[in-house]
C-alpha cells in the first residue's frame, strides 16, 4: 500500500532552521509532483510548495520564497523541505502530498493523491 511518511519536525526558535524528509513507498512516486501544505491551528490549509516529477520544477507560497527550498531524491523516493530563518507564523502541522496529474491552480489540494500524517512545527519567539 503507497505511503507517505514525514519525519524532521519538533521545536525551533525563531530565526532556526529544520529539515523535513518526506520517504514514499509501496509505488513508485518518480513521475509524482510531491508536494508540502501546513495547517496551522484554527487556520486552512495551506499550500507550501511543489516540485515536479520531470523537470524538477518548484513553486513556492510567498510567504516562504527565499526561505524554504524544496528538493527530492528519484533514487530514494524522498522528498526534502529545508527551512530557514523560521518565524513564529510558521508554527503547523506540515504534511506531504504526492500527485501525479496536476491540474490548475497546482497549489490545489484536491490536486494530491497521497497525503502523509503530518509533523509538527513549533517556532517560538
Known amino acids: 500500500q503507497a505511503q507517505l511518511v514525514e519525519s524532521g519536525g519538533g521545536l525551533v526558535q525563531a530565526g532556526g532552521s529544520l529539515r523535513f524528509s518526506c520517504v514514499a513507498s509501496g509505488r513508485t512516486f518518480r513521475y509524482f509532483s510531491m508536494a508540502w501544505f501546513r495547517q496551522a491551528p484554527g487556520k486552512e490549509r495551506e499550500f507550501v510548495s511543489v516540485i515536479s516529477g520531470s523537470v524538477g520544477s518548484t513553486l513556492y507560497v510567498d510567504s516562504v520564497k527565499g526561505r524554504f527550498t524544496i528538493s527530492r531524491d528519484t533514487a530514494k523516493n524522498t522528498v526534502y523541505l529545508q527551512m530557514n530563518s523560521l518565524k513564529p507564523e510558521d508554527t503547523a502541522v506540515y504534511c506531504c502530498?504526492?500527485?501525479?496529474?496536476?491540474?490548475?491552480?497546482?497549489?490545489?489540494?484536491?490536486?494530491?493523491?497521497?497525503w502523509g500524517q503530518g509533523t509538527q512545527v513549533t517556532v517560538s519567539s
Open positions: 502530498a504526492a500527485g501525479l496529474r496536476l491540474g490548475a491552480p497546482p497549489t490545489s489540494a484536491n490536486n494530491y493523491d497521497y
